[in-house]
């Protein structure tokens, strides 16, 4: 696949499962075991997809979110303790793609990972295509596909990941 996956999770235990079985799925991974260091990562390694806890020392999942997010387009799914609807209605609001909660089976980690994979990285055309294409344009609008960033004219338009991939079928 080629993929690189975060799994940012002050748990060794669970980092180690995960790691497990999205490497015997064909992915390349990285981890972090704290908020801070997920940053760090992120940034370094460029990861096409983070698992992200909530609950972690240094920065909260939340916090790192915010701050991917200020920066990236690449989908994030968290993943915590936290059950309530409350806390996923706030992480998906904050620009998280999927939530998964703890306890949780390793095969319905790799399954999400796979479905925020395919639905982000090959919308209709292709990986290929993908890549090749820089941007996007209609009339006055157009969608940097590398800066994952909207322009109507010359103002910027900021999008979470949700609406840049459905901007992206659309255009």
């Known amino acids: 696949m080629g993929y690189k996956i975060m799994i940012a999770d002050d748990e060794a235990e669970i980092r180690d499962v995960l790691r497990l079985y999205l490497e015997k799925d064909g992915y390349e991974v990285v981890e972090a075991a704290d908020g801070v260091e997920a940053m760090d990562r992120i940034q370094k390694e460029k990861p096409d997809l983070v698992i992200l806890d909530i609950m972690m020392p240094g920065l909260d ?7 991917i997010r200020e920066d990236n387009n690449i989908p994030v ?3 915590s303790a936290k059950d309530s609807d409350a806390d996923k209605i706030l992480g998906l609001d904050l620009g998280a793609d999927d939530y998964i909660t703890k306890p949780f089976g390793p095969l319905e980690a790799v399954a999400r990972v796979n479905s925020n994979i395919r639905r982000f990285y090959s919308l209709g055309a292709g990986e290929n ?11 006055d609008l157009r969608l940097d596909l590398e800066a994952c ?4 004219g010359e103002e910027t338009i900021e999008l979470t990941s ?7 079928l659309f255009m």
């Open 77 to 79: 799914i968290m993943l």
């Open 162 to 168: 949700v609406e840049f991939r459905i901007m992206r």
């Open 61 to 67: 999942g939340y916090r790192v979110l915010r701050n």
């Open 149 to 152: 960033l909207l322009y109507r």
């Open 129 to 139: 295509a993908q890549k090749e294409v820089k941007e996007l344009t209609v009339q």
